[in-house]
């Protein structure tokens, strides 16, 4: 890219764009009908949004919201995407009426401390989050593909995952060049996404059919998941309250904030998943890209509206019926002594066992004292454990962390047990490389714009490559694969107010708007519906800094406030000529 605006391009001749043009004027000559038609036939950038947000990140958030607390937050992730789509339209607004690189705007016209930030924290957002992508695509390998050629006993656990991590960067490397290079095999890789994410998406919805045609879906209870429980932020779901009050004081206590923590933790994750920072920065480059100018913004709204909002609310909600259905408040098979029809013991699925064991370890650690525990011989945590009531032992077979083999049993119920493993196996496969290969676009785009390059050739390359480097922490967790996508997500909210707050600023900017400045009662619905956007980001953002790293995080807050305040005022002496002091 250049510095220069889209008008001053080669594309604002393009024939094909002034075709577009003349079409939405054509059709909005006609009526809604024509006008409708047309936009459904331009669509596109809200699309590709929508293929990275159904993501691993998606995915995960949506199954251990079913998994937490069933159908109780499922007004969580729309409101996340409305206010996401509030601000992107924002963003399209702004871009497609100045035509100018949102970045340099940000930085002449609002602070380059949050222009800049917003640059950094779009490429951290784009590696952090591309390791719950790599680790779908090596649990879909492991666990439901290939296990025999990926996972022991063939090979080492890590053998089996630096295997499976080879396969899936020769696999991005090689779309990624095609980016770089341009080229027909995007297209086909994209479309071959799209098949296999798409079949997992049906496959969920003929689940719901299935559910709900065999009674075992009330739809009742499912429309009230829509009405907000924020007591929930303090308190477990209502399904896990007969289980608790078997308990000991000191298991109650342990397992109600075991519970409570991890459904902070997947409601943050939900929303930050929803639309995250580098959603923000694709958004506006790839209308750029396009060549679309200000007779195209109500169709980039048209297009965030149909492309994004509908397929990730049908996809995630879907995911959350299926595994509230199959999971929610229902012990993992195996661990509690059940047994068959035929009267022999159940065995646990042995990628389950650690995390049930280490369960059972927390819990007693609780009870005496993390140090104390911790100088304990391993047979005497074993034998410490052993001594656990079954309450206990329930409450860690409801909670021990399901990952993509036990989400494939979700589809058993419409495909049988073995279609549904590689069934969704191919999805989750396609998510996750997907995802991961967009994100590699992303951040090429992001270092091209650091470099203030051309979004093409070596620096391009160089810039998608960087994410690689996220495979190297999904080859050390331990936990179960699809977990690693809530605590990555959680730290992707801490970054989101950036993004928005950039946006609501440039959004009031007369200086660079102009006469596109929004006025009396539009401006102050743009303003009302941006603030309760960005306030609600805020709010995700100082929630999940203070539960994690608590003073160090308000810290980093006030210093980087002070910083951007700073700037502002030295650049406001500046241009009235007051002495710099």
């Known amino acids: 890219m250049t510095d220069q605006k889209p008008d001053e391009r080669s594309f604002s001749m393009n024939p094909r764009i002034e075709h577009d043009r003349q079409l939405i004027t054509d059709a909005r000559k006609r009526g809604r009908g024509a006008t409708l038609k047309v936009f459904v036939r331009l669509s596109g950038p809200g699309w590709l949004q929508s293929a990275i947000t159904l993501g691993g990140g998606s995915l995960s958030s949506s199954m251990y919201l079913g998994v937490l607390v069933g159908f109780s937050f499922l007004w969580l992730q729309p409101v996340a995407m409305i206010a996401g789509i509030v601000m992107l339209s924002a963003i399209a607004y702004v871009t497609l009426s100045t035509g100018e690189r949102p970045l340099r705007a940000i930085n002449e016209h609002v602070n380059p401390v949050l222009g800049w930030g917003w640059l950094f924290a779009s490429m951290a957002a784009n590696i952090v989050w591309s390791m719950p992508q790599f680790s779908l695509a090596i649990a879909s390998f492991q666990q439901n593909l290939l296990p025999t050629v990926f996972g022991p006993p063939t090979v080492s656990e890590m053998g089996g995952k630096i295997l499976a991590a080879c396969v899936i960067l020769t696999i991005n490397f090689t779309f990624l060049t095609l980016y770089t290079l341009g080229g027909r095999g995007v297209k086909i890789f994209e479309i071959v996404v799209k098949c296999m994410v798409g079949t997992v998406v049906v496959c969920f919805f003929g689940v719901v059919f299935t559910l709900t045609a065999s009674g075992q879906l009330d739809w009742r209870e499912y429309m009230s998941g829509f009405i907000p429980r924020l007591r929930l932020l303090s308190e477990p779901s209502p399904a896990f309250a007969p289980y608790i009050q078997e308990l000991s004081e000191a298991g109650r206590a342990f397992w109600t904030r075991l519970i409570v923590n991890q459904q902070r933790d997947i409601m943050?994750?939900?929303?930050?998943?929803?639309?995250?920072?580098n959603m923000t920065f694709l958004f506006p480059y790839s209308m750029l890209r396009k060549g679309w100018d200000r007779d195209f913004r109500s169709l980039a709204i048209f297009d965030l509206s149909t492309g994004l909002f509908f397929p990730f609310i049908a996809a995630t909600s879907c995911v959350v019926i299926a595994a509230a259905a199959q999971f929610h408040a229902k012990p993992a098979p195996g661990f509690l002594g059940e047994t068959d029809s035929e009267g022999r013991v159940v065995e646990p699925d042995r990628r389950l066992v650690p995390g049930f064991n280490a369960l059972l370890e927390q819990r007693v650690a609780s009870e005496l004292g993390a140090a104390s525990f911790a100088q304990l011989s391993a047979e005497q945590k074993a034998e410490a454990v052993s001594k656990l009531p079954i309450a206990d032992r329930r409450m860690a077979a409801m909670l021990v962390k399901r990952d993509a083999f036990q989400l494939s049993a979700a589809l058993a119920p419409l495909t049988g047990t073995t279609i549904a493993r590689y069934v969704f196996g191919l999805g989750?496969?396609?998510?996750?490389?997907?995802?991961?290969?967009?994100?590699?676009?992303?951040?090429?785009?992001?270092?091209?714009?650091?470099?203030?390059?051309?979004?093409?050739?070596?620096?391009?390359?160089?810039?998608?490559?960087?994410?690689?480097?996220?495979?190297?922490?999904?080859?050390?967790?331990?936990?179960?694969?699809?977990?690693?996508?809530?605590?990555?997500?959680?730290?992707?909210?801490?970054?989101?107010?950036l993004a928005y707050l950039s946006f609501f600023l440039l959004m009031n900017q007369k200086a660079l708007l102009k006469d596109d400045l929004p006025r009396g009662a539009s401006r102050v619905i743009w303003n009302v519906l941006m603030g309760i956007s960005t306030a609600l980001a805020a709010f995700g953002s100082v929630w999940s800094i203070w539960s994690k790293i608590r003073w160090y995080g308000v810290l980093v807050i006030v210093l980087f406030t002070v910083l951007t305040l700073a700037v502002h005022f030295y650049r406001i002496g500046r241009k009235t000529g007051v002495p710099e002091t």
């Open 428 to 497: 989750v496969l396609g998510m996750g490389l997907g995802a991961a290969t967009m994100l590699m676009v992303i951040n090429s785009v992001c270092f091209c714009e650091l470099l203030n390059r051309p979004a093409r050739g070596w620096p391009q390359f160089l810039g998608g490559a960087m994410t690689s480097v996220a495979l190297l922490g999904v080859l050390f967790w331990k936990e179960a694969q699809m977990w690693l996508a809530i605590p990555t997500s959680v730290f992707g909210m801490t970054l989101l107010p």
């Open 268 to 277: 943050i994750s939900a929303a930050a998943t929803a639309v995250g920072i």
